[in-house]
């Protein structure tokens, strides 16, 4: 008997839901120590809560907590960032933050129940090597720009020519190398330097 064929299924969202015996303690410690922001709660006291991690929702329930065999993972923009917050807030690190052969730079912490969570961000580092030659090239930017795309390197945790690489490539293929965390950076390090011009600028750049 042949079987069935299952409908394609678009889904861009999974809601992870764990059994906490009191929500509104585990509300609080979710958002003042693990950063996720408060959504809803219902009932009195709550039966359920929902959370969210940027545009992930996580939902609490009252119930036995049963952390065995049981698990979230989140993947976010920038792992070190959140970590640093966590860890300064008590929270117990399981895995410290590393760079994984499955192409995430992750780490795992556990809640005041005993679940495990997992927080990582994409590195895009797997594959077999990749064997190039890398020419030298006479390249003058604008000063404030060369200030920014070094600080925007070593956040990245990058060279300043792979930096390059990575965001010529991203802008041949029509889209952008940087995740949103990334991009929030990027505003604070434009103030920085005094970046006041917008990305049509270079047009009437005029050297003095």
């Not at 064929?5 to 809601?15: A, E």
Request: with cysteine; hydrophobic share 35%; proline share 8%.
């Amino acid at each position: 008997m042949t079987p069935p064929t299952p409908p394609q299924v678009d889904c861009d969202r999974h809601h992870a839901s764990f059994s906490v015996p009191d929500v509104a303690a585990a509300v609080e410690f979710y958002t003042s120590r693990l950063g996720f922001r408060p959504g809803f709660t219902w009932g009195t006291p709550p039966a359920i809560a929902g959370m969210s991690l940027g545009s992930v929702q996580m939902f609490l329930e009252r119930g036995d907590p049963n952390p065995n065999g049981c698990a979230a993972y989140f993947v976010i923009g920038n792992v070190d960032e959140l970590h640093a917050f966590q860890k300064n807030q008590g929270v117990e690190v399981v895995e410290a933050p590393g760079d994984r052969h499955y192409g995430l730079r992750d780490y795992r912490v556990r809640d005041l129940h005993g679940y495990l969570l997992g927080f990582g961000q994409y590195i895009y580092n797997t594959g077999p090597p990749l064997p190039i030659e890398r020419v030298a090239l006479t390249v003058r930017l604008e000063k404030r720009l060369a200030a920014l795309l070094q600080d925007l390197a070593a956040h990245k945790r990058m060279t300043v020519h792979s930096c390059l690489e990575e965001t010529l490539l991203h802008t041949l293929d029509g889209v952008g190398p940087h995740t949103p965390s990334d991009l929030r950076h990027i505003e604070k390090l434009k103030e920085k330097h005094g970046i006041d011009y917008d990305s049509h600028a270079s047009y009437r750049f005029v050297e003095t």
